[in-house]
């Protein structure tokens, strides 16, 4: 059975980089897309980008710009960075793998806050 | 790319059935038989509930059954259970590996 684990902190100041990593159990990570999709509080869901094992990588355009995704497959885990934060970044981020019909994995989601 | 159409929010009996419109355009929706829906329950991952316009994952119950017309995918469920009060959400392939979520419907069971 697949898994899904994301880590990183959970408070971000505006105007910093916010980290965060997924890690990949149950499974290997090459083959596959993977996803970060997020969802601020009380809101919908929102798909940020995805990369796949080999590195190739495709964001939402209305991130473009702010957003790198990377993946390490020595460690079996992929990572996003978003740059220039605001309050309008505090979201749960949510890990997940992508197959061009569905999502059939999730990670559990993380809370990232944007604050001062 | 903008977010699916999709209602705001739907309530039915137990018993009863309620259908969940998820509204995109030629680009998304119209142009792929790649549109998923997922259940949300609060503080809870989405779980996928139909993929292909009409396929079910195994373990969902046959309760629940999508289709597509045009643009517009949409999602019925039938013989509503307490249990399936949650947040729905469509999401459609858009091409050049981008997807797209609607903005998700909060389903009320009364």
């Known amino acids: 059975q697949v898994q899904l684990q994301e880590s990183g902190p959970g408070l971000v100041k505006p105007s910093e980089t916010l980290s965060l990593t997924c890690t990949v159990s149950g499974g290997s990570i090459s083959t596959y897309y993977w996803s970060w999709i997020r969802q601020p509080p009380g809101e919908g869901l929102e798909w940020i980008g995805c990369i796949y094992y080999s590195g190739t990588t495709n964001y939402n355009p209305s991130l473009k710009g702010r957003v790198t995704m990377s993946v390490d497959t020595s460690k079996n885990q992929f990572s996003l960075k978003l740059t220039s934060v605001t309050a309008a970044d505090t979201a749960v981020y949510f890990c997940?793998?992508?197959?061009?019909?569905?999502?059939?994995?999730w990670g559990q989601g993380t809370l990232a806050t944007v604050s001062s | 790319q903008s977010a699916l159409t999709q209602p705001r929010s739907v309530s039915g009996s137990p018993g009863q059935s309620v259908t969940i419109s998820c509204t995109g355009a030629?680009?998304?929706?119209?142009?792929?038989?790649?549109v998923s829906w997922y259940q949300q329950h609060p503080g809870k991952a989405p779980k996928l509930m139909i993929y292909d316009v009409n396929k079910r994952p195994s373990g969902v119950p046959d309760r629940f059954s999508g289709s597509k017309s045009g643009n517009t995918a949409s999602l019925t469920i039938s013989g509503l259970q307490a249990e399936d009060e949650a947040d729905y959400y469509c999401?459609?392939?858009?091409?050049?590996?981008?997807?797209?979520f609607g903005g998700g419907t909060k389903l009320t069971v009364l």
């Open positions: 997940a793998r992508q197959q061009l019909n569905l999502v059939d994995y």
């Open positions: 999401c459609s392939y858009a091409g050049s590996y981008s997807w797209v």
């Open positions: 030629s680009s998304d929706v119209g142009g792929y038989n790649f």
